[in-house]
């Protein structure tokens, strides 16, 4: 274990905070707390603010600059008067602040160099009482500020700066990662760090944790880590599978081979046409791009609708004999352009296809097929004839080629999420080398693409 001690000792070092960051940080938060309290005056309504999250317990990693305050309101006032204000105490605070929408509004702005969130919630008794989702984050931080003393806080800011460099940190939807709540959960529930990736080599999902043994229901995701502060809710429901498994890996190289860069983000550079193209060579597969312009969507509604309609591109794919391989849906550098990018085994199938048909024994099914096809006139249809011992029949495939099935309107039958649909419909469909023609804009995740990793 010197190995690895030396090398967290290091990281430690680059990680956390210093006294003068965190004293920067005191010195904004304080003063934006003032600010909300004189705003809050200027209401008719009472009102208090607390600093909540990562800045507010010292876990974040040093560079973070964010800071939130929630303004909690009285827990009967009605949602109409919630946001009216709270977003009037939002822009009071930060005049130059624009408003984002998570379950209700509120205001975003800079302060000082720092990112401000400037929440309005309601002031309920329990988390179980929570009026909309945001209610239950002061619970949160006092349940959390109760429990991480200096150490455990720092072992929070190595398992962050951990999960981060494993490119696993992030509750949003793109990601679907570990959030700094969950990560700060497990830290206090194993007693550090190393004890956490030690345990965490070794699990078989699902894996269920419940801080307080209260859990009031039975969920089905592959880690649990049930809401001290909520027992009906899952901290962990965001995690994909494969963000777990990444982090159990990763666990498990951490402790036999102990090396800084694992708690360093890995810096993607875009592939250039050239290389994408010595990929294509190189792997003779036949790459596929559905390419349309993205929906005007925050990450958290587009990336859902992303994975459905990729999903249903697979399927379809998939059904017509194509067999896909691997596939990933991209969101360009911009913004404005999205991919569903499909690398398949063949390109185009045979123009019949065999189509089985029940056992001759099974006599009303059966006449019911041969009937079916006995009669008809189709040139193209061979059969039906008995092979083994079902009636069979060769019939003209649907779609002979990729790109014939992608352009038709069959392809647009897929389940689609539903802000995609549009944006689908006007589609542009790129087959084999013409692919290469997206790396100015889709280079980042083309590299990751063709260059996979755990």
Known sequence: MADLDAVLSRVRERVLPEAEERERLRTAAADLTERTRAAIADLPVEADVVQVGSTARGTWVSGD???DLFVRFPADIDREELEEYGLAVGHAVLPDGHEEYAEHPYVKGVHDGFDVDLVPCHDVAEAGDLISAVDRTPFHDAYLTERLDDDLAADVVLTKAFLKGIGAYGSDLRTEGFSGYLTELLVAEFGGFVPLVESARSWHPPVEFDPEGHAERTFEDPLVVVDPTDPTRNVAAVLSAENLARFQHYARDLLANPREGLFEPR???????GEVRDHLDRRETTPVAVVFDAPNLVDDQLWPQLRRSLDGTVRGLNERGFDPLRARAMVGDDGERAALYVEVETATRPAVERHEGPPVAVRKHADRFYESYADDVDPDTYGPFIDGNRYVVE???????????LESDAAGDIALG??????FADRDVLVGDAVATLADRFGRDLREFYEPHP
Do not use: H, K, N, T
């Not at 019939?395 to 099935?405: I, K």
């Open 418 to 423: 539903a802000q995609i649909e549009p944006a």
């Open 395 to 405: 019939r003209e495939r649907e779609f002979s080629a990729v790109r014939g099935y």
């Open 267 to 273: 810096a993607f550079d875009p592939l250039d046409a």
């Open 65 to 67: 600059r964010d800071v």
